[in-house]
């Protein structure tokens, strides 16, 4: 069985959940290729130390060029701040590996363009990280759409909500600073996610009228003072897209002040006979809607059933975040090998550079208090 070999510049959080589904690769049934963790980059110590446990590892390293220089990895995974996306991402373009790149894909458009022409030009395979579509809900929406059954459709509405911001004492972090997150702020952070299915059913928003929200505009340093938060918190854009011939409202919801929610990625679709939704707050169910004299809704309780590439986990049991972390790796490695056979993929670099397209359009939007049109041939100077 063929083995790949990775490496991870990055070994923080998401570092880390990547070696946690790396090291139960075994988990998946009839998978074909094999994986293996080689080398790991970060400038914490600490960090690095963790990764000790895993015994495919044979590099541990605080120079990412230690890492790139090695002849055996063969795909890199980079869980770095928004800023520093477009240096990194090219410099592992440049030295011959594959790429699984975090969202947004860089600090902005014009990053965003940059990395996925040098992918293009260098003929590298490279998607980005989105994890919760390949929970069963989400791909039982996705299917529930392409059956016709909810006839014509006649909205849409998605988005991914936090409260990790609500708490005003919590320390500042790169994520509030527009020097490291962006301009974009929140929609850096969580837009991807919330575009990923969208794009993929082929749903590009062409007009956006954005609201930006700053909310909590100073935090703790760390030292004893305050720092200033720069970043959008919340982001609501109300946009058109063009389904079947017809324009069709849909909302893009992101947030990191959404009291009430910790971690919650929705989506809903509506239609003439019927409709659509999952939220990953009752991670269980489906619900879908038919009206046939009658208006009713049906709850579904979904198992692990219906996960992309299936595992040895039983099929009453639910997923978790862990899972559709693990689901979204073996797209990244199915499609990269030849058998992703129509399965659901990760985000492709023309869909992580059309999200970026609708970001630069909201801030246009909010800034003049205008509705904007997505111009997805713009070309930054």
């Known amino acids: 069985m063929k083995t790949l070999n990775i490496g991870i510049i990055g070994g923080g959080l998401m570092g880390k959940e990547a070696a946690s589904a790396f090291g139960r690769w075994f988990a998946l049934n009839d998978f074909p290729v094999n994986v293996a963790l080689k080398a790991v980059c970060d400038l914490n110590e600490q960090v690095l130390a963790w990764y000790k446990n895993i015994p495919t ?3 541990l390293t605080t120079d990412y060029k230690e890492l790139l220089g090695r002849a055996d990895i063969d795909v890199v995974y980079v869980a770095l701040p928004h800023n520093l ?6 410099e592992v373009l440049e030295a011959g590996k594959d790429l699984l790149a975090e969202k947004p894909f860089g ?3 014009e990053a965003a363009l940059a990395i996925r022409d040098k992918a293009e030009e260098l003929g590298r ?20 759409v392409k059956s016709g059954r909810i006839g014509e459709i006649i909205e849409v509405k998605a988005g991914f909500l936090h409260s990790s911001d609500i708490d005003p004492t919590k320390p500042i972090n790169w994520k509030r600073q527009v020097k490291f997150c962006g301009e974009i ?3 850096g952070d969580l837009g991807m996610h919330v575009l990923h299915v969208p794009l993929r059913l082929g749903w590009k928003p062409e007009l956006v009228y954005a609201n930006l929200q700053k909310i909590v505009t100073e935090r703790p340093d760390g030292k004893g003072g305050m720092a200033v938060c720069d970043t959008w918190n919340n982001a609501t854009l109300n946009t058109q897209v063009t389904i079947d011939g017809k324009q069709i409202p849909m909302l893009l ?4 002040i959404a009291p009430g929610e910790t971690n919650t990625w929705y989506i809903e679709i509506f239609g003439t006979k019927g409709g659509v939704k999952y939220s990953t707050k009752d991670t269980k169910t489906l619900w879908t809607f038919k009206f046939e004299g009658e208006q009713f809704w049906q709850r579904t309780d979904l198992g692990f059933k219906g996960v992309p590439f299936p595992t040895i986990t039983g099929g009453i049991f639910e997923p978790g975040f862990a899972d559709c972390f693990m689901q979204m790796l073996a797209g ?9 056979n129509n399965r659901f993929g990760c985000v492709t670099p023309d869909e992580a550079v059309d999200s970026h397209y609708v970001f630069a359009a909201a801030l246009k939007s909010f800034a003049n208090t205008s509705v904007e049109k997505v111009d997805y041939q713009y070309q930054p100077a």
């Open 332 to 340: 990244y490695v199915a499609e990269r090998e030849g058998f992703l």
């Open 107 to 109: 600090i902005g458009l």
């Open 85 to 90: 996306h477009k240096e990194f991402y090219l």
């Open 185 to 187: 702020g929140v929609m």
């Open 125 to 144: 395979f490279v998607r980005c990280s989105s994890e919760m579509p390949f929970l069963p809900g989400p791909q039982r929406v996705i299917e529930e």
């Open 57 to 59: 590892v044979e590099l």
């Open 253 to 256: 919801e992101m947030k990191r």
